[in-house]
């Protein structure tokens, strides 16, 4: 790294010794550590609501949620934007992630790719004005995800940083700085622990917070899921069963005429109009089915 030791790579004092416990104690203590990740993101909340204020305009502006980061960091990445397709019914070029080192990195270790801030800057080529771009690294300082970040701000972007080391970088240069303070691992350096269980709580709650705010959550159902399978076909059907007070035959026979749309389906029953008119009943309302109900 080209910075100071930071606390990520500190060795922890409440795990020496770590190599000499029984099975018992050792995952007893391995998981009450990872309990720092989940105070570590309480104690953001102020930043990562900001955060999401920025995301949701920059979405309602027309423009994408990007994802930077290397290592566990990137695959954290990687793994909630592949996630809101199907949880949020959104195109793939909504939320996109961008990891160090690229498909290769997903299955296997690419280390020097956190070093190549070319590869960072090159990422960001189609990067605008209307976009929010968030940067992910431990330690705030691989070089890819900063330099990345430096070129969205240089283009307009929306830049928010999240690190779990105060003062790197990555967080001191972003337009929204979000420190994770997890401290130092149960083993030292090993950011796949804590600092990668509050960057995982923190992106899901960035994503999530952001797709309530747009509509496409209704009280806490997931009304905009996409049904690719028979579990979330199922899902689906319950939502409308539920939702539209009818039966199961019913909700089957709207969510066909709605092309599987949930929040479709729902119109249809509640407002007794076809498919086209509740589509269009939703478009007025920017897709809140709270609205119409």
Sequence with gaps: MNQP???T????PATRD?????????????????????????????????????IVDALERGGSLHYVGAGTSGRLGVLDAAECPPTFGTPPSLVVAHIAGEAAALTRAVEDAEDDADAGRAAMAAIGRSDAVVGISASG?????????????????????????AGSALVRDADIAIVLATGPEPIA????????????IALNTLSTAAMVRMGRVYDNLMVDVV????????RALGLV???????????QAL?????????????????????????ALLAENGGFLRSLL
């Design 5 to 7: 030791a930071v606390t």
């Design 9 to 12: 790579e500190t060795p922890n």
């Design 18 to 54: 770590l190599d000499t416990l029984g099975v018992p104690t050792l995952v007893a203590l391995l998981a009450a550590e990872q309990a720092e990740a989940v105070r570590a993101v309480e104690q953001a909340a102020e930043a990562l609501a900001r955060a999401v204020d920025a």
């Design 141 to 165: 300082g691989a070089r890819y995800v900063v330099a990345a970040l430096d070129e969205a701000r240089r283009r307009g972007a929306c830049t928010i940083g999240i690190a779990n080391v």
């Design 189 to 200: 350096g090993s950011t796949r622990l804590k600092a990668g269980t509050a960057q995982k």
């Design 227 to 234: 049904a690719t399978n028979a579990k979330l076909r199922h």
């Design 241 to 251: 069963r539920t939702l539209a007070a009818v039966d199961d035959a019913r909700a």
């Design 255 to 279: 969510l066909d005429a709605a092309d599987g749309h949930v929040k479709v389906a729902v119109v249809m029953a509640r407002r007794t109009v076809a498919a086209a008119d509740a589509r």
